[in-house]
Protein backbone atom coordinates (compact mmCIF):
# COMPACT_ATOMS: atom_id res chain seq x y z
CA UNK A 1 0.00 0.00 0.00
CA UNK A 2 1.51 2.87 -1.33
CA UNK A 3 0.60 6.66 1.22
CA UNK A 4 -0.85 9.38 -0.75
CA UNK A 5 1.06 12.04 0.92
CA UNK A 6 4.42 12.61 1.25
CA UNK A 7 5.20 11.69 5.32
CA UNK A 8 5.75 14.67 7.16
CA UNK A 9 8.04 13.27 9.72
CA UNK A 10 11.07 12.79 7.01
CA UNK A 11 10.03 16.78 5.76
CA UNK A 12 12.49 18.59 8.37
CA UNK A 13 15.23 16.41 7.89
CA UNK A 14 18.11 17.53 5.64
CA UNK A 15 21.04 15.28 4.01
CA UNK A 16 24.43 16.20 4.70
CA UNK A 17 27.14 14.85 2.70
CA UNK A 18 30.67 15.18 3.53
CA UNK A 19 33.53 13.47 1.21
CA UNK A 20 35.11 10.08 2.03
CA UNK A 21 38.84 10.25 2.89
CA UNK A 22 40.47 9.49 -0.38
CA UNK A 23 43.66 8.60 1.27
CA UNK A 24 42.24 4.92 2.42
CA UNK A 25 40.12 4.72 -0.09
CA UNK A 26 41.52 4.96 -3.12
CA UNK A 27 39.57 2.70 -5.73
CA UNK A 28 36.43 4.94 -4.86
CA UNK A 29 35.31 7.27 -7.66
CA UNK A 30 36.29 10.88 -6.31
CA UNK A 31 32.66 12.22 -6.04
CA UNK A 32 31.81 9.38 -4.15
CA UNK A 33 30.31 10.75 -0.78
CA UNK A 34 28.42 9.44 2.35
CA UNK A 35 25.57 10.70 4.04
CA UNK A 36 24.00 11.58 7.51
CA UNK A 37 20.94 12.85 8.81
CA UNK A 38 20.76 16.23 10.32
CA UNK A 39 17.67 17.16 12.05
CA UNK A 40 17.34 21.59 12.29
CA UNK A 41 17.57 22.58 15.67
CA UNK A 42 15.63 25.89 16.76
CA UNK A 43 15.93 27.83 19.60
CA UNK A 44 12.63 29.45 20.67
CA UNK A 45 11.37 32.34 22.87
CA UNK A 46 9.10 31.61 25.49
CA UNK A 47 6.23 33.60 23.36
CA UNK A 48 6.63 30.80 20.50
CA UNK A 49 6.14 27.84 22.97
CA UNK A 50 2.64 28.00 22.82
CA UNK A 51 1.03 24.58 23.78
CA UNK A 52 4.31 22.89 25.00
CA UNK A 53 4.37 25.84 27.99
CA UNK A 54 7.44 25.17 30.58
CA UNK A 55 6.88 26.53 33.36
CA UNK A 56 8.91 30.19 33.99
CA UNK A 57 10.57 31.39 36.86
CA UNK A 58 11.32 35.06 38.76
CA UNK A 59 15.63 35.61 38.96
CA UNK A 60 16.87 38.07 40.40
CA UNK A 61 20.69 38.25 40.72
CA UNK A 62 22.38 40.80 43.07
CA UNK A 63 25.84 41.29 41.57
CA UNK A 64 28.06 42.31 44.18
CA UNK A 65 30.64 43.76 41.96
CA UNK A 66 28.49 45.97 39.57
CA UNK A 67 26.49 46.65 42.49
CA UNK A 68 23.21 46.01 40.29
CA UNK A 69 20.15 43.92 40.72
CA UNK A 70 18.95 42.07 37.26
CA UNK A 71 14.90 40.01 38.17
CA UNK A 72 14.35 38.05 34.55
CA UNK A 73 12.20 35.40 33.89
CA UNK A 74 13.67 32.03 32.47
CA UNK A 75 11.98 28.67 31.31
CA UNK A 76 12.75 25.43 33.52
CA UNK A 77 14.93 24.24 30.48
CA UNK A 78 16.97 26.82 29.73
CA UNK A 79 20.40 27.49 31.55
CA UNK A 80 19.72 30.99 33.57
CA UNK A 81 23.06 32.52 32.25
CA UNK A 82 21.61 32.40 28.61
CA UNK A 83 18.12 33.39 29.34
CA UNK A 84 19.81 36.60 30.83
CA UNK A 85 21.79 36.93 27.54
CA UNK A 86 18.97 36.73 25.59
CA UNK A 87 17.41 39.62 27.75
CA UNK A 88 20.37 41.44 26.82
CA UNK A 89 21.51 40.98 30.70
CA UNK A 90 25.24 40.93 31.26
CA UNK A 91 26.65 38.52 33.91
CA UNK A 92 30.14 37.72 34.77
CA UNK A 93 30.90 34.01 33.17
CA UNK A 94 33.88 32.61 31.88
CA UNK A 95 33.86 28.96 30.57
CA UNK A 96 30.04 28.67 29.72
CA UNK A 97 30.65 24.65 30.37
CA UNK A 98 30.47 24.27 34.32
CA UNK A 99 34.24 24.15 35.16
CA UNK A 100 35.61 27.39 36.25
CA UNK A 101 33.37 29.57 39.13
CA UNK A 102 33.41 32.98 37.14
CA UNK A 103 29.78 32.79 37.13
CA UNK A 104 29.59 31.49 41.22
CA UNK A 105 26.50 32.59 42.96
CA UNK A 106 25.14 32.31 46.62
CA UNK A 107 21.65 30.87 46.87
CA UNK A 108 19.80 33.74 49.26
CA UNK A 109 16.37 31.73 48.56
CA UNK A 110 14.44 29.06 46.08
CA UNK A 111 15.75 26.45 44.02
CA UNK A 112 17.81 25.60 40.68
CA UNK A 113 18.79 22.14 39.31
CA UNK A 114 22.30 22.47 38.19
CA UNK A 115 23.74 18.62 36.93
CA UNK A 116 26.81 19.92 35.15
CA UNK A 117 28.53 22.31 38.03
CA UNK A 118 32.03 19.92 37.33
CA UNK A 119 33.79 23.65 39.10
CA UNK A 120 32.34 23.32 42.00
CA UNK A 121 32.12 20.84 44.83
CA UNK A 122 29.06 18.92 46.46
CA UNK A 123 30.32 20.55 49.96
CA UNK A 124 29.78 24.12 48.33
CA UNK A 125 26.71 23.02 46.29
CA UNK A 126 25.16 21.88 49.65
CA UNK A 127 25.93 25.19 51.10
CA UNK A 128 23.88 27.08 48.81
CA UNK A 129 26.35 27.60 45.78
CA UNK A 130 25.88 27.37 42.39
CA UNK A 131 26.30 27.89 38.65
CA UNK A 132 24.28 30.08 36.46
CA UNK A 133 25.88 28.64 33.15
CA UNK A 134 24.64 25.38 34.10
CA UNK A 135 21.59 26.36 36.18
CA UNK A 136 18.43 25.51 35.54
CA UNK A 137 15.67 27.55 37.91
CA UNK A 138 12.89 24.82 39.66
CA UNK A 139 11.44 27.26 41.46
CA UNK A 140 11.53 31.44 41.90
CA UNK A 141 15.13 32.09 42.80
CA UNK A 142 17.06 34.97 44.08
CA UNK A 143 21.08 34.74 43.84
CA UNK A 144 23.87 36.95 45.01
CA UNK A 145 27.44 36.92 42.34
CA UNK A 146 30.51 35.63 44.19
CA UNK A 147 33.74 36.42 44.08
CA UNK A 148 35.75 33.71 41.95
CA UNK A 149 38.87 33.38 43.85
CA UNK A 150 36.46 33.17 47.05
CA UNK A 151 34.69 30.11 45.73
CA UNK A 152 38.08 28.90 44.92
CA UNK A 153 39.50 29.55 48.25
CA UNK A 154 36.74 28.03 49.83
CA UNK A 155 36.91 24.65 47.81
CA UNK A 156 40.69 24.39 47.44
CA UNK A 157 42.13 26.33 50.40
CA UNK A 158 43.93 28.93 48.14
CA UNK A 159 43.29 32.01 45.70
CA UNK A 160 43.19 31.52 41.70
CA UNK A 161 44.13 34.61 40.18
CA UNK A 162 44.98 37.36 42.67
CA UNK A 163 45.95 37.55 46.51
CA UNK A 164 48.42 35.66 48.89
CA UNK A 165 50.58 33.32 47.53
CA UNK A 166 51.67 30.02 49.98
CA UNK A 167 54.97 28.65 48.83
CA UNK A 168 56.34 25.62 50.82
CA UNK A 169 60.21 26.97 50.31
CA UNK A 170 61.13 23.72 52.40
CA UNK A 171 59.47 21.14 50.08
CA UNK A 172 60.19 23.38 47.12
CA UNK A 173 64.26 22.95 48.05
CA UNK A 174 63.43 18.99 48.37
CA UNK A 175 62.28 18.62 45.40
CA UNK A 176 65.41 20.77 43.93
CA UNK A 177 67.47 18.97 45.51
CA UNK A 178 66.50 15.53 44.08
CA UNK A 179 67.75 16.74 40.90
Known amino acids: MALAFPCTFCTPFQLKTSPINRR ?13 FRI ?3 I ?3 ADRGSLAVPT ?16 EVPEDQYILHSAESQNITLPFACRHGCCTSCAVRVKSGELRQPQALGISAELKSQGYALLCVGFPTSDLE ?12 QF ?9 ERDD ?10
Not at 57 to 72: I, Q
Open 157 to 165: GRYFARGPI
Open 24 to 36: YSRSIRPQATSSE
Open 57 to 72: HKVTVHDRKRGVVHEF
Open 40 to 42: PVE
Open 170 to 179: YALELAMGDE
Open 44 to 46: SSP
Open 143 to 154: VETQDEDEVYWL
